[in-house]
Each structure stands twice: as structure tokens, then as C-alpha cells.
């Protein structure tokens, strides 16, 4: 029986159980934090909610249309009142921005449109006053062609960078040497008329494959990492990671049925995705990574939870957090799949690092929102992601329910993958563009035109308004974080799987020390009741606290079932 009354903090109890007031969580042991760890043994990164910066998207210091680093320092006050432990920059460093910094052409300064190295240090500096540390997002698997390794590599057969690329004759004139194809839609191979042989690139061709066979090569990128680490950063995001090794004999992949978005025939990449050796290099960066104490956060693509464990390394030696982009392809919002997937990676027995939108996909709001609860499908996903056993990283703006704002005509788009595939592939400005700051001119971003357009609805979602607003989808994220920050059980509980059967309703308890939280999401267009027995769990006569709901009615009385709005959110605190 729910005793149910008020709307948002407010107290419940079972079986007219008692109404419990606020409790604290557990303060960890002096020991655990000497170690660098908390009571239940965890570090840092696991405690800590990172946050993903594009920074030509998130605030424009000195008016150019194009954010930069004074403009994130800026905003750091922001970050940490929104409870951000950790912002992972996108990359910016000197580059041509044929992919916007995804082509480095030096790995070890950054480029002048996005300030200084002393402009650097200062963001570090002052993140670090505020408990914020700094990742950057280090691109391992190719270079800017105009980086001064491939200039070198490309200006003769004999250079001495040529082996630092790959470089190949073809199968005869005009002959690629084999049928790779570039994931943005080009050949991966591009023929040079200088030195006649064709040089590999996953990516665009101003994007050269670096040769990570070459010893020379390796070395040169752990270096990188030291020289940032020097710097003060906490950590990599590693780029691509799957991308790295090529199989050496060139063997053509499969071709499969059917037809990408640039109209070529689908391939089984399996001679140039995910070779065992990209374990080896992870090794490498995760043991230069220990002696400063950092974490690698890797781009791991994973079909399944099995391809994801992997990158943790076999002792624990490879990535401390490769990403769980998984849910990110789930096609609706279906209890059961989220169900499904989330014991596994439970069961896989790591720490989980969950994602659900970056700057290459399609925002959540856009991708789950049915044009009539959008606002409370944006709090249900954050109560998933945020409530569930592991780390979360953040996309800027899916606290405000930033959506997507694609171009509108194929001359409007930037993102050249755009331009090659439309209209099918409209390439990735619509989930790019400029932080919503405020409603006014350009969402207060920049006082010039943004490099990409702001959408209308920054009238209605932006920092000011819904810092105003305790309903706000803003709201809602920083009552969570703040309840992550507080309450031991989300950060150190096991994660517990209830009414298992419910094809609508996620529900689940974090448990900790005799504590719980417990989550109920409804995750479908209707009112669901959701009947409620926490004794196999360990809570025979369960007291609850509410902490948060996004409920917009008001209800009160006792109730044998928790009646739940339409994508609504209850979390209460648990205990006996
Ligand atoms: C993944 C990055 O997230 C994406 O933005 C980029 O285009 C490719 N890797 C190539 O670096
Ligand atoms: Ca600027």
C-alpha cells in the first residue's frame, strides 16, 4: 500500500510504514580516502560525473562566432553548481578543421581559435579550485594530413616518417590495394601521383591513418600523453580506438547485402576494425596513464557487451572506461530491452560508463521526444542514466533538453559527411550546436552569427529560464546530481532488478549498507500502476523518503499500486 501525498520531495511510506526524514550518506573511512579511493573502494572517476564539451559550441569569449577555452572557463561556476566533476574537452589542437579538430596537426599546442596554452592552463587551474578536472580527447588512430609527420611521410618513399603512415601500391593502375572503404563515405584509399602509392585513412582523406606497428609511432603518441599530463589534464578520451590496427596482408573485407548511406555495398569490416592488437596499445597508454593517476575513457563502438568488457583488459589493464555507446542505439524507449541490457553489463562484472548522446549522434530529446511529453522524456532519461551503477557522461545541453537542429538544405550544412550523403546522411551540425544560455541573441552565446544556427526552441530551453523554473528539465538534473553527490547508495549500491515482467516500467533499487534508492521509469505514453514488494530484496517493511519525482499532478492517499504519469520519474530512499 503507497501512502502517497505532495508533488515533488515529499515522504511516502508502505503499508502506512513511517515517514522518514532526510539521512546522509555514510562519510567514508579516513583509510579508503588516503588510497585515493572512497569507503566502498572506489576512484575518483567512478564517483564523478563527466561532462562532454564541444568547444566551438559552448560559449564564444571573444565574439567570433566560435567558442573557446576563456568562454568554458567562463562557465565553470555553471558546471559546478550543476554537480560536473569532470568536462571532457573535444579536440583543440592546431588543425585544419576538416572534421572541426578530429584532423590534428599538432598534437601538443592548441589552436589559436580556441586561445592559448596559458589559456589552458588557466581553465585547468581554475577547474581545479572548483574540483573539476580536465580530460582531453586524444585522436590515436590517424593525423591531420598537414601535421608534420605526414608532410614528411608523403614527400617521398624514402622520408623518414614514410613508415609512420600506411602507405601501399595498388592491385594496378587505378587499382586501390584492396576494397576498404572510408566510414565517411570516400575509398580509404587515396592514390598520391608523387610518390605513386595510395595511403589508408578510416576517415577522410585529409585524416592518414597513423602506423601504429611502427614502434617510432607508439612512442610518439605515449609521449603526447605525458606532455598533457604534464599539463595537468586527468585523463584521455581516446578517439576511434577500434580503428587502429590494420590486418597487414590487406585482405579484402567481406562484402554483405544491402547498402550504406552513401549508397556503396555494406562491408563486415573485419580486417580493419578491432584486431587484437588494439588491446596491446591500450595497455601501453593505460600503463603511462598509472603513473600520473589519469583514466582513459575510450570511443568503443561495441555490438555487445562481450566486445565492451574487452576493452577493460583482461587484468583490469586496459581502459577504466570504455564507453557504453550501446543505448544509444536502442530505436524507442522499451523497458525490457533497457532491462536486458543493463543486467549484462552488470553481469559483465566492470565498472560501466554510460552514454546517451554525443556530437555524433542525434540529441536524446530529438531521438526518444513524441512531440507531447519531450520535457518529461528528457527527465526520464536522466534518471536512467544518472541513478544507474557506473559512470555517466553528460553531452552539453541535454540538461537544458537541448534538441537537434539539422540543416535545413544541403548548402546550409558544415559537417562534410553531410555534404557527401545528403539527404540521407545529414551529417552531425544538428546535435552541435551553440550552448543555450539565455534567450537572448544567439542564446547568448556569442553576439556574431554562431558558426551553426541556434534553434528556436532556445526561447524555451536555455540556463536562465530554467534555473527560474524547479520544474525545468535543468531542475530535475541538478536535484539528481546533487542526490548522486549525496547518497552513498547511487554511488556504492548493487544494482537490483524488480518486477521483472513490466514491459513499460523500469524499476530497480540501488542498495547499499541496508539502504536502498529505489527507481521506477515509466517508459511508455500511458498511466502505469505499479504494484511494489521490496521483501525478496532485503526490505520486509520498507520506510520511504521520496527524494524526486517529475509528477506534474499532485496526489495524495494510500495506494496498493504507485500510479505513474505518462515517462514519469519516482526515486525514494530506502531503508528498514
Ligand atoms: C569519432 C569522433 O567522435 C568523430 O567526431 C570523428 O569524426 C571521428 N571519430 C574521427 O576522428
Ligand atoms: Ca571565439
Known amino acids: 500500500m503507497w501512502k502517497y501525498s505532495g508533488l515533488r520531495k515529499l515522504a511516502v511510506g508502505i503499508f502506512a510504514a513511517l515517514i522518514v526524514a532526510g539521512l546522509s550518506a555514510a562519510a567514508p573511512e579516513a583509510r579508503a580516502q588516503q588510497r585515493g579511493v572512497d569507503a566502498a573502494g572506489h576512484a575518483w572517476w567512478q564517483n564523478a560525473v563527466f561532462y562532454e564539451i564541444y ?37 583543440c589542437f592546431p588543425s585544419p578543421q576538416v572534421d572541426f579538430g578530429y584532423d590534428v596537426s599538432d598534437y601538443e599546442a592548441i589552436d589559436p581559435m580556441y586561445g592559448t596554452m596559458a589559456d589552458f592552463d588557466r581553465l585547468v587551474a581554475e577547474g581545479k579550485q572548483r574540483g573539476i578536472r580536465v580530460i582531453l580527447d586524444f585522436v590515436v588512430n590517424h593525423t ?34 584492396n576494397n576498404w572503404l572510408s566510414t565517411f563515405g570516400t575509398p580509404a584509399w587515396t592514390f598520391d601521383p608523387k610518390t605513386n602509392q595510395y595511403y589508408y585513412h578510416y576517415f577522410y582523406p585529409q585524416q592518414p591513418d597513423l602506423n601504429w606497428r611502427n614502434p617510432a609511432v607508439e612512442k610518439a603518441m605515449l609521449d603526447v600523453t605525458r ?33 550504406d548511406k552513401f549508397g556503396r555495398p555494406n562491408m563486415d569490416e573485419k580486417y580493419n576494425k578491432k584486431l587484437p592488437e588494439v588491446h596491446d596499445a591500450m595497455k601501453k597508454l593505460r600503463s603511462v596513464a598509472n603513473e600520473y593517476g589519469a583514466v582513459l575513457i575510450g570511443e568503443t563502438w561495441t555490438t555487445n557487451v562481450d566486445q565492451l568488457r ?22 524507442g524507449l522499451s523497458a525490457d530491452e533497457y532491462r536486458k541490457h543493463i543486467a549484462a553489463v552488470n553481469a ?43 559512470t555517466p557522461i553528460l553531452y552539453y545541453g541535454e540538461e537544458i533538453g537541448m534538441e537537434n537542429n539539422d540543416p535545413k538544405s544541403k548548402d546550409d550544412v558544415q559537417d562534410p559527411i553531410g555534404k557527401l550523403g545528403w539527404p540521407l546522411e545529414k551529417g552531425r551540425d544538428g546535435e552541435r550546436t551553440p550552448m543555450q544560455w539565455n534567450e537572448s541573441v544567439n542564446a547568448g552565446f556569442s553576439t556574431v552569427k554562431p ?126
Open 144 to 177: 591531420s594530413d598537414k601535421h608534420k609527420w605526414f608532410i614528411d611521410s608523403e614527400s617521398s618513399r624514402t622520408s623518414d616518417k614514410r613508415d609512420w603512415y600506411i602507405w601501399r601500391d595498388g592491385k594496378g593502375p587505378g587499382q586501390p590495394p
Open 348 to 390: 559483465a562484472g566492470h565498472w560501466p560508463t554510460y552514454v546517451i548522446s554525443n556530437h555524433d549522434i542525434v540529441r536524446s530529446y530529438t531521438r526518444y521526444g513524441d512531440g507531447e511529453h519531450n520535457d518529461d522524456i528528457a527527465k526520464m532519461m536522466a534518471a536512467l542514466y544518472l541513478t544507474l551503477r557506473g
Open 55 to 91: 568547444p566551438r559550441s559552448f560559449a564564444d569569449s571573444n565574439n567570433d562566432g566560435i567558442g573557446d577555452l576563456k568562454g568554458i572557463t567562463s562557465k565553470l561556476d555553471y558546471l559546478k553548481e550543476l554537480g560536473v566533476d569532470a568536462i571532457w574537452i573535444t579536440p
Open 451 to 576: 558558426w551553426l544556427p541556434v534553434p528556436g526552441s532556445a526561447s524555451t530551453h536555455n540556463v536562465a529560464d530554467e534555473m527560474k523554473d524547479p520544474d525545468s528539465v535543468l531542475s530535475f538534473y541538478r536535484t539528481l546530481l546533487e542526490l548522486r553527490h549525496s547518497e552513498a547508495a547511487l554511488l556504492d549500491g548493487d544494482y537490483v532488478s524488480l518486477n521483472e515482467n513490466n514491459p513499460n516500467v523500469l524499476t530497480y533499487l540501488r542498495r547499499y549498507k541496508g539502504e536502498a534508492i529505489l527507481v521506477i521509469l515509466n517508459m511508455s505514453a500511458t498511466v502505469q500502476m505499479v504494484p511494489f514488494d521490496l521483501s525478496e530484496a532485503g526490505f520486509s517493511a520498507p520506510k520511504l523518503e521520496v527524494l524526486l519525482t517529475s509528477f506534474h499532478k499532485r496526489v495524495k492517499g494510500m495506494f496498493a499500486k504507485m500510479p505513474m504519469e505518462p515517462y514519469s520519474v519516482f526515486i525514494a530512499k530506502v531503508t528498514k
Open 227 to 259: 606532455f598533457w599530463y604534464k599539463h595537468g589534464v586527468a585523463g584521455f578520451r581516446l578517439d576511434a580506438v577500434d580503428t587502429l590496427y590494420e590486418d597487414p596482408n590487406l585482405t579484402d573485407n567481406p562484402v554483405l547485402p544491402g547498402t
Open 310 to 331: 574487452d576493452y577493460y583488459g583482461s587484468k583490469d589493464d586496459e581502459l577504466q572506461m570504455p564507453m557504453d555507446l550501446m543505448m544509444t542505439g536502442f530505436k
